[in-house]
């Protein structure tokens, strides 16, 4: 078998695109990272004809998404500053800019023609995506594979509030479900539901279990809760009787008179504005709390702690949550709907068709009494799936022999393979064309130059487990400059890279103001010198170096007096400014906003990213954070107009509302209404504030 044979291309677009932590996503993730690398391609739907190529690194930081979902201190300002909830964690932005920066793109019909099999093991969301499905040649549609988590939107598409434009979306993708070559799901329920709906033989669905292996094991408690914990796991939205599931489980916390620890997890859902403030109201009363957003580390935790759980449906394709629990010994109400139910004793279950209160009520007390049977252990791990998936794509998917350009594979081979020794360019262009002449038995220079610079522009993802070893060293050096003077600025320089105090000399000679190019300079020097190398090991200071050097130009640029904001724009890879970007940065300038935190006030703009200026705009968005940013969205028309003669109240309310200088038209008409009393200071205020220019930047005056 040639090496364009083997390889299995899987759809992760709406990972990619929108990474949120559901079941489908942990599905996935699971699957993907106990596939073999060396035939894994991930691909994203770029357009209905083309797909880009991701890089494998990817991986690593999907797996990691599910190990920590706190929102940045980048996204928090963001929030202080833009008014807006970003709700994105840095591992959720890494995904999505290793996503937004393929090593390739290529025609679909070259990955249809070439690849092993396809598999998509998402739901088709969008028309694009199924536009690509429904373009794949009739000769190639026997490699393509579907996993149906969720029967839902073929059997009840009436709950999805339908428009025509989202009825159409969900015609294609039924058709491009209809034409796939072969479909996965995780329990025989759904096999004649899936064969019937779409017209194929039971032979064409395969079953593959789903791995219950969170948080690194799946052993149960060595010793029972100290305290009674009832927890309920699942986004919540209508099909999941989640008023009714609150509800019950506020009826046992209150007969428990506090004795009971009742807790739901799972993120917000579409539910009805009614369903939801009901919910509220439940969660208000504090007898059953809501957590949307827990890492895997801390879910494991939980589930180790609880006593029950209660996973309800009106409809699923198979319920992790279930055997999740389920392999731990822990007991699970659940209903026949849910299909994973199987593992469950049967009075653990409610019919389908009797959910409710009293119902739930009731198998949960049955639930919380000593020596409960619990039914047969589910014990199956992802590693076991993805063998499963593999198995199957290989009986039954093939591709074409082709003897055109490996070029298409070698990238994400060659990215997948570079190690942390291999940090030079030099080393890196070795190893591609070591491995170019292996795959392809000629030298194509052309081809390894091409390969070499795109990885060594990825080698801040490659090798973010270097950087982010030093983060905390890092985010010392940055603080150095936002200290209150100079002098605070190299004594904590001394005390953090030298371990010592700073010398009288020094002080001596240093002044309480320098310019930020100067102080970088002088920081530089302190924590890249030998005296800090012999403290701090080598290894820790090449790391360091690594970084500064890396972040080299844009420090350089937000240093310069006056602030350089094209350099910077550019720096950031955000294109270049706009007039009133120009002005905006002026005006906060003669504000006395520090250069950093214009920094991160205009990096918000740039794409989601996983490398060293992501993470140098995540410190110091933390450091500004806490510091209490000045750069704000909303302000209050009394502080706006306390203090001051007339004119310069109106320079700082133009620079802050604005955020620009006042022109000689503005401050002619505005100090003459100011002055013969047509205008108050505060009605001023609301005037510019219902200006374009304030509005577009989101600023509000209250």
Avoid at 203 to 221: Q, S
Avoid at 287 to 309: F, I, N, Q, Y
Avoid at 507 to 520: D, G
Wanted: charged content about 25%; proline content about 5%; overall charge neutral.
């Amino acid at each position: 078998m040639s090496f364009a044979d083997d390889r299995i291309f899987v759809d992760i677009t709406e990972f990619v695109n929108h990474p949120v932590r559901t079941g489908v996503q942990r599905v996935l993730v699971g699957i993907i990272r106990n596939l073999p690398v060396d035939r894994l391609v991930l691909f994203r739907v770029d357009s209905r004809s083309e797909v880009a190529i991701v890089d494998p690194a990817i991986v690593q930081f999907m797996a990691r998404y599910f190990d920590s979902v706190m929102p940045t201190a980048r996204s928090r300002l963001a929030r202080i500053q833009n008014g807006r909830d970003t709700n994105e964690s840095v591992e959720g932005l890494r995904v999505r800019r290793a996503g937004l920066h393929p090593v390739a793109i290529v025609p679909a019909s070259e990955m249809f023609a070439r690849a092993r099999a396809v598999v998509n093991l998402e739901i088709i969301a969008d028309r694009e995506r199924s536009a690509l499905y429904l373009g794949c040649s009739p000769s190639d549609r026997h490699k393509v594979f579907h996993w149906i988590h969720d029967f839902l939107p073929f059997e009840r598409p009436d709950v999805f509030e339908l428009d025509w434009r989202r009825g159409a979306d969900h015609i294609n993708m039924f058709r491009a479900y209809a034409v796939a070559g072969g479909f996965l799901c995780a329990h025989p329920v759904l096999v004649t539901k899936i064969a019937r709906y779409f017209g194929r033989r039971p032979e064409a669905v395969h079953v593959i279990g789903a791995g219950c292996d969170l948080g690194g094991g799946v052993a149960p408690p060595e010793s029972p809760p100290k305290t009674t914990r009832i927890v309920a796991l699942g986004t919540l939205e209508p099909r999941k009787y989640c008023r009714v599931t609150a509800s019950a489980m506020e009826t046992i916390a209150r007969e428990a008179e506090g004795a009971v620890e009742c807790l739901m997890i799972g993120r917000w859902g579409w539910l009805q504005p009614a369903e939801a403030e009901a919910l509220r109201t439940i969660f208000a009363r504090g007898l059953v709390r809501h957590s949307d957003r827990l890492a895997d580390d801390d879910l494991a935790s939980v589930m180790a702690g609880t006593s029950v759980a209660v996973y309800v449906s009106e409809a699923e394709g198979f319920g992790l949550p279930v055997v999740e629990f389920a392999a731990r010994g822990i007991p699970v109400v659940v209903n026949g709907a849910v299909p994973a139910a199987m593992v469950i004793p049967e009075n653990l279950r409610v019919d389908p068709g009797e959910v409710s209160e009293l119902t739930l009520a009731a198998a949960i007390r049955t639930a919380m009494r000593k020596g409960v049977r619990q039914g047969p252990r589910y014990a199956k791990t992802w590693a076991e799936c993805a063998a499963d998936v593999l198995r199957v794509v290989d009986a039954n998917g093939t591709a074409a022999p082709k003897s055109a350009n490996h070029g298409f594979y070698i990238v994400p081979r060659i990215a997948a393979m570079v190690g942390r020794e291999t940090r030079s360019p030099r080393e890196i262009r070795a190893g591609v064309a070591q491995e170019i002449v292996a795959l392809t038995g000629a030298p194509a220079t052309g081809l390894v130059d091409e390969i070499t610079d795109l990885l060594v522009a990825a080698r801040g993802r490659l090798f973010w487990t270097e950087i982010e070893a030093v983060r905390e060293l890092f985010a010392a050096f940055l603080r150095g400059p936002l200290a209150d003077n100079h002098i605070e600025c190299l004594r904590r320089a001394h005390v953090t890279f030298l371990d010592r105090s700073v010398d009288a000399r020094s002080v001596a000679r240093a002044s309480t103001y320098v310019p930020l190019s100067r102080a970088l300079a002088e920081l530089r020097q302190i924590a890249l010198g030998a005296e800090a190398e012999r403290t701090l090991g080598p290894e820790t200071i090449a790391n360091l170096k690594l970084v500064l050097q890396s972040l080299g130009p844009l420090l350089s640029a937000v240093s310069e007096e006056p602030l350089d904001i094209f350099a910077v724009f550019t720096e950031l890879g955000i294109g270049e400014p706009s007039l009133d970007d120009a002005l905006e940065a002026r005006a906060l300038a003669a504000e006395g906003i520090h250069p950093f935190e214009l920094l991160v006030y205009f990096g918000h703009r740039r794409p989601p990213a996983g490398d060293e200026i992501a993470l140098l705009l995540e410190i110091l968005a933390e450091i500004i954070e806490r510091r209490g940013a000045r750069i704000r969205a909303t302000y209050s028309a009394a502080e706006l107009a306390e203090g001051g003669s007339d004119l310069a109240f109106l320079r700082r309310a133009y620079r802050l509302v604005l955020r620009t200088e006042i022109d000689d038209e503005g401050l002619a008409y505005y100090l003459d209404a100011l002055r013969c009393g047509e205008l108050t200071r505060t009605s001023v205020v609301f005037n510019l504030a219902s200006a374009d220019a304030a509005r577009r930047r989101g600023i509000d005056v209250i």
